[in-house]
């Protein structure tokens, strides 16, 4: 499964939202009903985060500013309001159908 | 508290044979997969396997099949990534992940290789 993102990159002006979008080359939907697609955070010389699990759950410690919608193939996470500390690298990854796991390209946040 | 501790950076060189290790604590090691994943320099995240401790069952991308090894040891609670001869190519940072939703990782091994 092909999975891909855009932009590649983001410039956003503090306090503006951002939105990144990923899409899949076939349905996330598993036989179980569920939705195996994750978004994560990668920041400066860190190691990746998990954000949302099963396209819109948040994970512990997350900020309620990011959100994840969508279904099928096509899938959003959105910034509200982007803070300095959201700079990084987003990425996709669907985990319906593997092996292989697979990841998006990432998208490259930055601030104007 | 979810812990995945992974060893220190190597640097070997081509030709040569490592195997770089991922040690679990703070959950139950043999029911849940763990997960390694490449991120070559100024790259994405690439998705190497996975290994479930319990029965050693291990799934591998077509990318790094017959590339890699992993294993896990259940007494330790110790996952394992493992190359017989390295390549230039190799030079990667080397993340594991605990299950197939990435909910943790460990702080990653940056492996150079390098004549």
């Known amino acids: 499964v092909v999975v891909t993102q855009s932009p590649l990159s983001l410039p956003v002006t503090l306090g503006q939202p951002a939105s990144i979008s990923c899409r899949s080359s076939?349905?996330?939907?598993?036989?179980?009903?569920?939705?195996?697609l994750h978004w994560f955070q990668q920041r400066p010389g860190q190691s990746p985060r998990r954000l949302i699990y099963?396209?819109?759950n948040r994970d512990s410690g997350v900020p309620d500013r990011f959100s994840g919608s969508g279904s099928g193939t096509d899938f959003t996470l959105k910034i509200s309001r982007v803070e300095a500390e959201d700079v990084g690298v987003y990425y996709c990854?669907?985990?319906?159908?593997?092996?292989?796991?697979?990841f998006g390209q990432g998208t490259r946040l930055e601030i104007k | 508290e979810v812990q995945l501790v992974q060893s220190g950076a190597e640097v070997k060189k081509p030709g040569e044979s490592v195997k770089i290790s991922c040690k679990a604590s703070?959950?139950?090691?043999?029911?849940?997969?763990i997960a390694w994943v490449r991120q070559m320099p100024g790259q994405g995240l690439e998705w190497m396997g996975v290994?479930?401790?319990?029965?050693?069952?291990?799934r591998y991308s077509p990318s790094f099949q017959g590339q890699v090894t992993i294993s896990a040891d259940k007494s330790t609670g110790t996952a394992y990534l493992e190359w017989n001869s390295l390549k230039a190519s190799d030079t990667a940072m080397y993340y594991c992940?605990?299950?197939?939703?990435?909910?943790?990782w460990g702080q990653g091994t940056l492996v150079t290789v390098s004549s």
């Open positions: 992940a605990r299950g197939t939703t990435g909910d943790f």
């Open positions: 703070g959950y139950s090691f043999i029911s849940n997969w």
């Open positions: 290994i479930y401790p319990g029965d050693s069952d291990t």
């Open positions: 076939q349905s996330l939907v598993h036989n179980d009903g569920d939705t195996y």
């Open positions: 099963k396209v819109s």
């Open positions: 990854m669907q985990g319906t159908h593997w092996p292989p796991i697979t």
